[in-house]
């Protein structure tokens, strides 16, 4: 089933049955195909074909950015890969919200779904209740690394916990009221804009990441041709792209290939 062709009946479902099949199996208000270009929605997909066998934890449903869609379709690229499923994700094409291609993949997967275990949908499954325990999930991670990062700020600065304690207004002994409202409206003024200046060097630094990740992703694309893909400087880059340990630099084994070559033809 992996290996639908084009002609068939599969690519003729139109865009409005393919939303409302979706919407009504997991529990969606999607109006446009280009809506699900983040590849949470066929994650969920397959999580509802085969329950347990997608790591519903890794699914980000608020996935914006390029760089968070294509985690999304990695998950799902690899549930295909552990269940034998044949079928290449065009994740550089999906990402850009194209329309035409989300309807042909979303076809595709539909007709899939379908094909398991006759057409026979879980009934038991509650679409709802795995996205909200995704979401829990998710919170309870971000609020532990939040504590963790507090706590580390704290032991390495221990000012930082009595800065709280004022905000707060959480003291020891006896204080002016009037002198703890001043002080404490100031810091509130003071960290307010503090905050609104790490939001925006956030902001930037998100934009420059996604810049230099299409980047990277172009690189990986073009290496990945068929005129260039056992070319040994494309060999050579694309074992700097997938090098796994971030500790260790690829560059001196990548050095290699463009080497090896060059004494190949010499010989």
Not at 57 to 67: C, I, L, P, Q, S
Not at 69 to 97: A, P, S, T
Request: proline fraction near 3%; glycine fraction near 6%.
């Amino acid at each position: 089933m992996a290996n639908i062709g084009i002609m068939d009946s599969a690519y003729f479902v139109g865009r409005n049955e393919l939303l409302s099949w979706i919407n009504a199996r997991l529990h969606l208000n999607l109006t446009r195909i280009e809506e699900a270009a983040s590849g949470a929605v066929q994650c969920q997909m397959m999580d509802m074909t085969y329950p347990g066998a997608v790591p519903m934890h890794k699914v980000n449903f608020d996935a914006k950015t390029e760089y968070d869609m294509i985690q999304n379709y990695k998950v799902l690229q690899d549930v295909f890969n552990k269940l034998k499923i044949d079928k290449h994700i065009e994740v550089n094409r999906l990402v850009k919200g194209r329309p035409l291609d989300n309807l042909e993949f979303l076809q595709w997967l539909k007709r899939y779904c379908e094909s398991v275990n006759g057409g026979i949908m879980n009934e038991n499954y509650n679409a709802l209740d795995r996205r909200s325990k995704v979401g829990k999930e998710r919170n309870v991670k971000g609020s532990q690394r939040y504590a963790k990062s507090l706590q580390t700020n704290n032991c390495h600065n221990p000012g930082l916990g009595e800065d709280i304690t004022r905000i707060t207004g959480i003291k020891q002994g006896r204080s002016s009221p009037v002198m703890g409202v001043v002080n404490s409206s100031a810091e509130i003024q003071a960290l307010s804009k503090e905050v609104t200046d790490l939001k925006l060097s956030v902001d930037h630094l998100e934009k420059e990441r996604d810049f230099y990740f299409a980047k990277l992703r172009d690189i990986e694309i073009l290496c990945q041709t068929p005129e260039l893909d056992n070319v040994p400087m494309a060999v050579a880059v694309k074992k700097i792209l997938y090098a796994a340990d971030a500790r260790e630099s690829a560059l001196a084994e990548a050095q290699e290939f463009p080497s090896e070559s060059v004494d190949g033809s010499e010989g």
